[in-house]
Nanobody
Framework: QVQLMESGGGLVQAGGSLRLSCAAS????????MGWYRQAPEKERELVAD???????NVADSVKGRFTISRDNAKNTVYLQMNSLKPEDTAVYYC???????????????WGQGTQVTVSS
C-alpha cells in the first residue's frame, strides 16, 4: 500500500508564497518521476511541474519563474515552492508519482488527495 501525503496549502494574498510538500510512504522500492498538477473549478487538471529522479525538471509556462519544484530522494518527498502567487493560481493541487512498490513489480502512478491553494486579490 502506497500513500501520498500532501501538506502546505492554504489561503494567501496575491504576491505571497506557499510551499507544498508531498511525502510518499508504504511499500516502495523505487520512485521515478514526481510532480504536481492542479485543477481549478470547472477546468481540467493541468501539469504544474514535475521532476525526474536525477533532478531534471519540467515546469509549465504559466508558473515558470515563480514556482520551483524539488525533491529529496532520501525522504521520498517532493516540494513545490510557489512565489509571487496570483489569484489565477487558485486551485486544488495534487501530488503524483510513478513508482515501483517491489523490485519485480510494475511502475504505477499514484495520486495524493489534493490540497487547496487559494490566492486572494
Amino acid at each position: 500500500q502506497v500513500q501520498l501525503m500532501e501538506s502546505g496549502g492554504g489561503l494567501v494574498q496575491a504576491g505571497g508564497s506557499l510551499r507544498l510538500s508531498c511525502a510518499a510512504s508504504g511499500t516502495i522500492f523505487r520512485i521515478n518521476k514526481m510532480g504536481w498538477y492542479r485543477q481549478a473549478p470547472e477546468k481540467e487538471r493541468e501539469l504544474v511541474a514535475d521532476i525526474t529522479r536525477d533532478g531534471t525538471t519540467n515546469v509549465a509556462d504559466s508558473v515558470k519563474g515563480r514556482f520551483t519544484i524539488s525533491r529529496d530522494n532520501a525522504k521520498n518527498t517532493v516540494y513545490l515552492q510557489m512565489n509571487s502567487l496570483k489569484p489565477e493560481d487558485t486551485a486544488v493541487y495534487y501530488c503524483t508519482t510513478f513508482l515501483q512498490a517491489t523490485i519485480s513489480g510494475p511502475i504505477a502512478r499514484y495520486w495524493g488527495q489534493g490540497t487547496q491553494v487559494t490566492v486572494s486579490s
